[in-house]
């Protein structure tokens, strides 16, 4: 292709269609037109989809890239505009999610002069991107963006912005096509450290395999399976390794940490080796760091060195391609086979069902999170996406949606973002065109409500459930366990009313109060061709259990509401 004369504005369509790109999220504003316009002149091969606030577009930009694996792409104008989106950078930046946010800014000649909606947005998000970028020539434009793809997309993924004042979209060079870059080439582990996890792997007894975000959607699911079944191990996860392998899975015990699965958690404190691929071993998951995995040997395969020995201290620390490290690990460990460890597994599982049967007998004609999720995963099929907000609804999808693919779930989990589930789930929904359940609560949906109208401008099958108790509830469990019933500002006490909300924004919503009512308008939910809300009434004492209580380890574990009482 001959060099073409560009101004700098088509240069950042033609770039990003060049990488792949067929959509974007974000909101216009004076410091980004030049590109707007020449989005709506590249509108047959580029898909702009415009969100009610510049969060939800950064939200949405994040779930179309956790549910795809492509890099989400949003662009907002300066000033309050670019600062809309820093949430929705952190929220990426802290899950490792591939994003290249594009802002607008004054031209290069009124920076610094507090310009109107002049902001040093490269100084803000510096600590919250992977890198970023202010590009004061045209020239260097097309290999700027072609480098934050590469930079996004490489290694441990993550959020990288690009500042491109006025002057520099308005300018002209010359552009040349160059297409998609490749990621940058990781590093492989020594041959020495895969060789001394082999020696603890195949020394072990009672192996857990303990996989995270950095595991999920890389397409390590066989790999972790055959590992699990040759040195007969079982397999916990982190929050964001949610949906990396199948519920049916046998070996698969689910969440493990604060509120993780009663198996889960307690095997990992029973394993005597436990190989952590793509985990941070963060506070959630550990407790008390001092008492965590005492008699247990430790694992870790990571991409990035800064997360070996950072929490938790390790045996072996791993440091390279993930994919090839856990290859290599499984072709030079022993079969093995571990009955006792399956009996005592086996007990763990046993117990677990029956704190949750004794804690779902006590409320048996009552609307509660299980029942839901028992009607949930009864109607949806293994397509459906699920995304969440931040908080008791959060756990309880994690205690008990069922995921059968991979990237099935959009979250967040390091930021804890509440507000991020709606702006998400449109953009999963679209990135995919499949059906999302968006699971949120009264308190979290009242934050980013307004990307109901992005649902329905361009009519995306998300389905709202409104998990409403009235109260901020993982904040008031709190307060009840440990701030002696003080309910400081946890209680809302609003008079919204969801359902005619929901017509004033145009989509059906309806509300229920029971398990038979919830059902029927779940499945009616799922048919109706667009968005639907669901406002589901759920009691505010309703706890997440298992829990550990703050600085608590996995023996002070909160099982059930009779451990709370004593």
Same mark, same amino acid.
């Given at each position: ?8 504005? $088509? /240069?950042?369509?033609?770039?990003? *269609? ?50 795809? #694996? ?41 920076? #610094? ?10 100084? /803000? ?20 963006? &072609? ?8 290694? &441990?993924?993550? %959020? ?28 492989? +582990? ?6 001394? +996890? ?7 007894? $009672?192996? =857990? /395999?303990?996989?995270?975000?950095? +595991? ?8 972790? !399976? ?7 191990? =079982? ?41 952590? *691929? ?60 571990? %009955? ?50 931040? #908080? ?12 059968? &693919?991979?990237? &099935? ?10 507000? =991020? ?61 440990? =701030? ?10 609003? !008079? ?14 309806? $509300?229920?109060?029971? %398990? ?35 600085? #608590? ?7 059930? !509401? ?5």
């Amino acid at each position: 292709m001959n060099p073409q004369k560009m101004t700098g504005s $088509r /240069i950042v369509i033609e770039t990003l *269609i060049e990488q792949g790109v067929t959509d974007v999220f974000g909101y216009p504003g004076g410091q980004v037109l030049n590109i707007y316009d020449e989005l709506y002149k590249a509108s047959d091969r580029i898909h702009h989809y415009l969100a009610a606030h510049e969060q939800g577009a950064a939200h949405a930009a994040d779930g179309y890239s956790r549910v795809t #694996g492509k890099v989400g792409v949003v662009i907002a104008t300066s000033g309050p505009g670019a600062t809309n989106l820093v949430t929705g950078i952190a929220t990426a930046m802290l899950d490792s999610i591939p994003m290249v946010a594009i802002t607008g800014n004054v031209p290069t000649t009124l920076i #610094g002069k507090d310009s109107f909606q002049e902001i040093n947005i490269t100084g /803000i998000t510096l600590p919250i991107t992977k890198h970023n970028y202010f590009v004061t020539d045209v020239n260097e434009l097309a290999d700027t963006i &072609r480098e934050a793809f590469q930079i996004a997309k490489s290694g &441990r993924p993550g %959020p990288v912005l690009i500042d491109i004042p006025k002057d520099v979209q308005i300018a002209e060079c010359d552009f040349e096509e160059k297409g998609v870059v490749p990621f940058f080439k990781q590093t492989e +582990a020594p041959d020495a450290d895969i060789d001394r +996890a082999v020696e603890l792997i195949n020394a072990a007894e $009672r192996p =857990y /395999i303990y996989i995270g975000g950095g +595991a999920a959607g890389e397409g390590m699911t066989a790999d972790i !399976k055959a590992f699990a079944e040759k040195i007969d191990g =079982y397999v916990g996860c982190t929050f964001m390794g949610l949906s990396a392998l199948p519920n049916s899975y046998d070996r698969f015990l689910g969440m493990q940490g604060m509120h993780g699965q009663y198996a889960s958690s307690m095997a990992n404190k029973e394993a005597d080796l436990i190989i952590g *691929i793509g985990v941070r071993f963060s506070d959630r998951a550990t407790g008390n760091t001092a008492k965590y995995a005492k008699n247990a040997k430790i694992v870790q395969l990571d991409t990035d060195l800064s997360e070996i020995n950072k929490n938790i201290k390790v045996d072996v620390g791993i440091i390279g391609d993930i994919v090839s490290s856990l290859s290599r690990i499984l072709a030079r460990c022993k079969p093995q086979s571990h %009955p006792a460890w399956h009996e005592t597994v086996d007990a763990l599982k046993a117990k677990g069902q029956a704190i949750r049967d004794k804690a779902e007998a006590a409320d048996e004609n009552a609307l509660t999170p299980k029942k839901m999720f028992d009607i949930i995963n009864a109607v949806k099929d293994e397509n459906t996406i699920i995304a969440t907000d931040v #908080g008791q609804h959060q756990m309880w999808t994690a205690q008990y949606a069922d995921f059968e &693919r991979t990237r &099935r779930f959009a979250s967040s989990g390091g930021l804890g973002t509440m507000g =991020y589930g709606l702006g998400a789930a449109i953009g999963a929904s679209i990135a995919e065109g499949d059906r999302t359940v968006l699971i949120t609560g009264d308190g979290s949906f009242g934050m980013n409500l307004n990307e109901l109208a992005t649902a329905v401008t361009y009519n995306t099958p998300v389905v709202t459930v409104i998990m409403n108790n009235g109260v901020l509830g993982m904040v008031r469990q709190w307060q009840t366990l440990f =701030y002696g019933k003080r309910y400081s500002n946890t209680v809302l006490g609003r !008079k919204t009313d969801f359902v005619k909300l929901a017509d004033a924004f145009g989509l059906p919503g309806e $509300r229920v109060a029971t %398990p038979e009512e919830f059902e029927a308008a779940f499945k009616r939910a799922m048919a109706h061709d667009g968005p639907y809300l669901i406002d589901a009434l759920i009691g505010k004492d309703e706890f997440v259990l298992p829990m550990l209580p703050p600085g #608590g380890s996995i023996d002070d574990m909160i099982a059930s !509401k009779e451990d709370i009482e004593k």
